[in-house]
């Protein structure tokens, strides 16, 4: 069975299949079918969006197969992926639907799934979607003219999740501090600024212009060294830099020096184990974490387990253990009392917070592990071919392997949501990078003929 979902959601070129008005009327149907056949009676969904153009032309669709399947759909507008969860959640919802493609350009699209919890859909799920829109009829015209869904715009939407994000740090005043925040001309872009703004903070705001074609375009999460630099322009106390749909957050110290999610999860985890608060004393990385990250952990003697990568992967680990924090190298940060997916503004809020109770600035409380020289370089490719069946690549992996042994590590993946070959090459030593970056790159347009 051809294979629809990637390991976020569906994703690709907008209106190209499976991006396109005909799959999206399809998958509207499956769902309705999925619910009706579960039992739910008069079944909810909520469909979010962020700024691209072609969030029209899904959102229009998405709708059509759900009402015809006799749901009722809240249509939210522009708000982050994790207003969406919540948003399931606050409107008893049966299923929720992000139409984003995150970080990547305007050009692409993608749809996000929820369940009434607010959680990624599992794997059977997905593949049970993936069968009724592949092989099933999907055939609507048994519901009657009065057993139709409903489409309903909720005009207040922005405004829950306003006030939900202020109550996850409830009485901290961040009048203190002054913000650079970068909302990537994406989801977040008319939310953000208040909920910053009405909790006292003195904001400067970028990225906050979208036309539906300049999402994530040198700016945001993707290019933080924009809000760095202008940290140091402003003389800020913080950057804050979201991504497309707002799941993802890279900062700036005031010094207007980048730092990862590798470095909050490190400083978070460790005022979280003073504080009694590391459930199971255990954080959730994936294997991109940097090694210093691992070496800071054991210094404190905080465990660490280690997923694949995926925010998914690291909230399945948390969810199935009970864990507290966990998230990625690229933002992607889970603070799971209070949300159930990568949140950028909770995530930004508890860093905040952390400031202030400390009564430390940004670098002084990242400056908690060291960082081993790390590069990651991605090519486009066509299919992804088993490393095995491309015996350059393969070699190539092998010698570095041997090579580094105990001083470093090499990984090399296919990213779930692009059609990239992703390349890390992590050492004590920069040296070593830079000579096995090049060798395994070299390999790649090789074996790929780039």
């Given at each position: ?7 976020d959601?569906?994703r690709g ?6 991006v396109?008005?005909e799959?999206?009327?399809?998958l509207?149907?499956?769902l309705?079918?999925?619910l009706n056949?579960r039992?739910?009676g ?25 009402v015809?399947?006799?749901?009722d759909?809240?249509l939210v507008?522009?708000?982050?992926t994790p207003a ?14 992000m ?7 305007f050009?692409?699209?993608g749809?996000k ?6 959680y990624?859909?599992?794997n ?11 092989e099933?009829?999907l055939?609507t015209?048994?519901?009657?003219s009065?057993?139709?869904g ?5 005009n207040d939407a ?10 996850t740090?409830s ?7 002054k913000i650079v ?6 989801a977040?872009y008319?939310l ?5 703004r009405?909790?006292g ?5 970028i990225?906050?212009a979208?036309?539906g074609l ?8 993707t290019h933080?060294?924009?809000v760095?630099?202008m940290v140091?322009?402003?003389k800020?106390d ?5 991504d ?6 890279i ?14 999860l ?5 005022a ?12 959730v990385?994936?294997?991109?974490s940097n090694l210093?990250?691992?070496?800071a952990?054991r210094e404190?003697?905080?465990?660490v387990?280690v997923t694949d990568?995926?925010?998914?992967y690291v909230?399945d ?7 507290a924090?966990?998230?990625e ?5 889970i603070f799971h009392?209070?949300?159930t ?9 508890q860093?905040?917070?952390?400031m202030?109770t ?5 670098s002084?409380l ?7 020289p790390?590069?990651?370089v991605?090519f486009t490719?066509?299919g992804?071919?088993?490393f095995?069946d491309?015996?350059v ?9 041997a090579?580094?042994k ?8 296919y ?17 070593l990078?830079?000579r ?6 070299n390999?790649?347009k090789?074996?790929?003929e780039?």
């Amino acid at each position: 069975m051809t294979k629809l979902f990637g390991t976020d959601g569906i994703r690709g070129q907008a209106n190209v299949y499976p991006v396109n008005a005909e799959l999206a009327l399809k998958l509207g149907k499956a769902l309705g079918a999925q619910l009706n056949a579960r039992g739910y009676g008069s079944a909810r969904a909520v469909i979010g969006k962020d700024t691209r153009l072609s969030g029209y032309m899904l959102e229009t669709a998405l709708t059509s197969g759900l009402v015809s399947a006799g749901v009722d759909v809240f249509l939210v507008g522009p708000v982050p992926t994790p207003a969406v969860a919540h948003l399931i959640r606050s409107l008893a919802a049966d299923v929720g639907v992000m139409l984003t493609a995150s970080h990547n350009p305007f050009d692409d699209n993608g749809i996000k799934l929820f369940n009434p919890q607010g959680y990624k859909l599992e794997n059977a799920e997905e593949e049970e979607l993936t069968r009724l829109i592949l092989e099933g009829e999907l055939r609507t015209d048994h519901v009657r003219s009065d057993q139709l869904g409903r489409a309903y715009r909720l005009n207040d939407a922005r405004g829950r999740y306003i006030e939900f994000a202020k109550s996850t740090i409830s009485s901290t005043k961040l009048s203190a501090y002054k913000i650079v925040l970068d909302c990537a001309n994406g989801a977040a872009y008319n939310l953000a600024p208040w909920i910053f703004r009405e909790l006292g903070a003195s904001v400067v705001k970028i990225g906050i212009a979208p036309d539906g074609l300049n999402i994530n375009t040198n700016c945001g999460a993707t290019h933080p060294e924009v809000v760095a630099q202008m940290v140091k322009d402003t003389k800020a106390d913080i950057g804050i830099a979201l991504d497309g749909d707002a799941d993802r957050v890279i900062f700036a110290d005031e010094n207007g020096a980048i730092v990862d999610g590798d470095h909050i999860l490190a400083a978070c985890a460790i005022a979280f184990k003073q504080a009694n608060k590391l459930t199971n004393n255990t954080l959730v990385v994936t294997s991109m974490s940097n090694l210093g990250l691992h070496e800071a952990m054991r210094e404190h003697n905080i465990d660490v387990e280690v997923t694949d990568v995926g925010d998914r992967y690291v909230i399945d680990s948390m969810r199935k253990s009970g864990h507290a924090l966990g998230g990625e190298q690229s933002g992607h940060l889970i603070f799971h009392k209070y949300a159930t997916t990568g949140d950028g503004i909770i995530s930004a809020l508890q860093v905040l917070r952390l400031m202030k109770t400390a009564g430390k600035t940004l670098s002084e409380l990242t400056n908690c592990m060291p960082q081993y020289p790390q590069k990651l370089v991605s090519f486009t490719v066509e299919g992804k071919r088993d490393f095995d069946d491309v015996p350059v690549l393969r070699d190539a992996i092998d010698r570095c392997e041997a090579d580094l042994k105990d001083r470093g590590r090499v990984i090399v993946r296919y990213s779930g949501t692009e059609p990239k070959i992703r390349l890390m090459v992590e050492a004590k030593e920069l040296q070593l990078v830079d000579r096995w970056i090049e060798k395994l790159s070299n390999a790649v347009k090789e074996g790929w003929e780039l």
